[in-house]
């Protein structure tokens, strides 16, 4: 079983599989602190353009958007003293390149009790690449309910889009090349809070 | 008349001699036999037997030629080694008549490869209720002696002591297809361990096992023999053994397939390996090779039973019972019976031919080899090993659990009579 | 390379959790306005039923469509195969028409192992009930249903069901529900009972990974859950048990012997029930019996097995025998 559970890996449908491990020449480009200034950076950006935030639901994207939408979350409850509405949405069943890999285990689609109709969605990824994510994610949204409107917050866009997407709010623009890596840690699932950039391993 | 002569051959496997055929019989038997104007056969070392005779094989003519016929049956026992087969009776029509009995037994004539001694039915219909002419099947030109409801067991008690009082006036013998028909209703397998996981149908020992003591115990209070058709379990051997340490007048055979296969292959859901009676444990192989060594079983009948490719490509519920044999007997023989020291060529030839012949009463057949005797005989390669190929059959049905398979010894040359019928592997 | 759902033995303990966590993430599917993903789409399946079985074949439809595959219905009755044609036949026909899988109910058991090992067809094959064989997707919608009522929905992801005590109640001899739950329990684990009348198990039952008993009451106490078997009526004809009354007064289940389980113990059954046979109205309508939630966690788990064995470029699960046997 391959639980391809590497966002960033899957977000590339013509490049080979990477390898979940990053290579061991990857170097940080965000350390701890760096993750939680752009966060909160982004949460007032979140709270200024939504006007107040008040009809904002928040739906990371598995597996560490998750965890990004939920620090986003509770940063926007400091600043406006009321609770966001977090869930998760799932995006595998929506791929475009589903027949290119073994079946993904899937992940929680977890939407917040009073729905996303009428609502502002801020979809949150760790990395922004061809931008095939996000339009599975919108059309899984469409199949959930029907939003005000629907925005993108990712920490990392490192280019190369193959579909015209943009996002809303960037935590770091990060030119890239190809044959770069770029792997998204979060003390949530992988113990510490870094973002690193290696090579693709020579084989590839 | 034409003269062949054999030259250093293992008679019985024993030490290398000569073998002159003159004409229909054997002329001599020695070493540094020459003959002026004989043909010359190097057998080098081959093993040379009597004709095999197979006391059970299903011929399907008349009704089933699209699986088998006299000619193409014959032909394929020519290729393993048979000089005489006994065509069992589930024909259609069914061989219950002295009119279908000899139209079978005249087309063997007619061929040539193989003599054909035709099995009368017991009942009329193999229906187990009426009893068949068996007298006039006996005195037809067929002379039937053996007579089977094969495929069908004579359940009636009453009917099977009938039959087999009625054949003493003739020294006839009735051949039980032992299977108690209420206890195999629906039957697909052998019942134990893999059909409780495979959810096929079982076919209890117990319903071969309480045939056979009924029958021999029929037998011994009217004083006639009986003949235990594919005897398939441990059980049904340690009842024979029983009767014949009573005296009672039995005799069984055992398939090639019973000896090598265990129901472990059925796991495949390939119909190849569905037969009547099923395949059974190893434990039942084990004892069954046992009871062929030590002569509680009297001899390998191939029970070949040829069924067209569409009849067991399908669902092994929808497939048809029963495997080709005839071609494949002898080194099923050799790789379970001769290669494990059970037995010697000489103890084969008795299994495979001499008792054959005497249970069938088949004249000139399963005789020694040696002067004045018919030529039937068998050269085998017992030095060859190679993979079963069904393309290469003659018998016109390809159901062989062998396939790929690879087994010993191959048979080389056939003599009926004198006249050989397989030179070099191949038919004349 | 096997694509293939032909026996519960062919599992492994990962392959079925992952099948029962899918399945989880499948039924909230259910839950949205629009009960339906695109996973499968251009996937075009047929259920190919050579017995009549509504509740499989619906529960096996709806879930394909919810994936989006297209999907064809192929009823045996009133087609050429009642004139006489093969299954092998049947088979080429369909896969001529271009079909991914073959979801096949047949009365004999072995016929979808056939089909997919053959070499008559490439689709992929789905044993939706195989005579007194298996019905693996029974099983695992089983396994769901009891996972979920006895550790909890969430709680139950990622889990097995390690010392689980299941009662299976019944004519284990004829039923395909039985060989399958037995497989798949002992591979999650759990540890099972076959409750049954002597005559109705089978003959080398003591290889299988379970235990056997004749008497239900001494084995109710000790069951989380208890799964009754269906028992048709005419087995009596075969004197597999007396009488329908003696039956159920030894093997039915009634209020009484339900207040005989364990507080948190469950109550299972295939479908269809025979009331007043195995279990009574009283048992079956009752909130411990999980008959209706079955049917749908049905839905679920169908959903879960499609979309691992074609939702991708090869199957999600390794099926352990039928790999060991090319």
Known sequence: MDTHADAQASEAPQAPQAPDAPASDARPVLEAPDIARVLTRIAHEIVERAKGADDVVLLGIPTRGVFLAQRLAAKLEQITDRPVPVGSLDITMYRDDLRMHPPRALARTEIPGDGIDGRLVVLVDDVLFSGRTIRAALDALNDIGRPRAVQLAVLVDRGHRELPIRADYVGKNLPTSLRETVKVQLAEEDGRDTVLLGAKPAAQ | MSKTLIRGAKVLGGAPQDVLIDGQTIAEVGTGLSAEGAEVVEAGGKVLLPGLVDLHTHLREPGREDSETVLTGTRAAASGGYTAVFAMANTFPVADTAGVVEQVYRLGQQHGYCDVQPIGAVTIGLEGRKLAELGAMHESAAGVTVFSDDGKCVDDAVIMRRALEYVKAFGGVVAQHAQEPRLTEGAQMNEGVVSAELGLGGWPAVAEESIIARDVLLAEHVGSRVHICHLSTAGSVEIVRWAKSRGIQVTAEVTPHHLLLTDELVRSYDPVYKVNPPLRTERDVLALREALADGTIDIVATDHAPHPHEDKDCEWAAAAMGMVGLETALSVVQETMVETGLLDWAQVAERMSTKPAEIGRATGHGRPVSAGEPANLTLVDTAYRGAVDPAGFASRSRNTPYEGRELPGRVTHTWLRGKATLVDGKLT | ?326
Not at chain 3, 66 to 89: M, P, T, Y
Not at chain 3, 117 to 140: F, R, Y
């Open chain 3, 1 to 326: 390379m096997q694509r293939h759902l032909i026996s519960a033995a062919d599992l492994t303990r990962d392959d079925a959790v992952l099948i029962l966590d899918t399945a989880e993430e499948m039924a909230r599917v259910a839950d949205r306005p629009i009960k339906k993903l695109p996973t499968l789409r251009g996937r075009t399946i047929v259920n190919l039923f050579f017995e009549d079985s509504t509740r499989t074949r619906i529960s096996f439809e709806a879930a394909e469509k919810r994936l989006s595959a297209d999907v064809i219905n192929f009823s045996a009755k009133g087609s050429s195969v009642s004139k006489g044609e093969s299954l092998k036949d049947t088979a080429q026909t369909l896969e001529a028409m271009g079909v991914d899988a073959v979801v096949i109910r047949h009365g004999a058991s072995g016929a979808p192992y056939r089909l997919a090992t053959s070499g008559w067809i490439d689709a992929a094959v789905i044993n939706a009930g195989d005579g007194t064989h298996q019905h693996p997707t029974q099983a695992l919608l089983d396994a769901f249903t009891m996972r979920r009522r006895l550790i909890g929905r969430d709680a139950g992801l990622g889990q097995d069901l390690a010392g689980k005590r299941i009662t299976l109640v019944g004519d284990v001899l004829h039923s395909r529900v039985a060989r399958s739950n037995v497989d798949l329990l002992h591979t999650l684990g759990a540890e099972v009972t076959l409750v049954a009348p002597p005559t109705l198990v089978p003959v080398g039952v003591e290889q299988w990974p379970c235990e056997v008993s004749y008497d239900l009451d001494s084995t109710l106490p000790k069951s989380d859950a208890v799964m009754m078997l269906r028992v048709q009526r005419e087995r009596m004809n075969a004197a597999f048990f007396p009488t329908e009354r003696e039956y159920s007064r030894r093997y039915g289940l009634d209020g009484e012997r339900m207040a005989r389980m364990p507080e948190h113990a469950i109550v299972m059954h295939p479908g269809p029930m025979v009331r007043g046979m195995e279990i009574t109205a009283e048992v079956a309508d009752s909130d411990r019996c999980t008959v209706v939630e079955q049917v749908a966690n049905g839905v679920s788990i169908r959903m879960a097995v499609l979309y691992l064995l074609l939702g991708g470029n090869e199957p999600a699960v390794s099926h352990a025998r039928t790999a060991e046997e090319k």
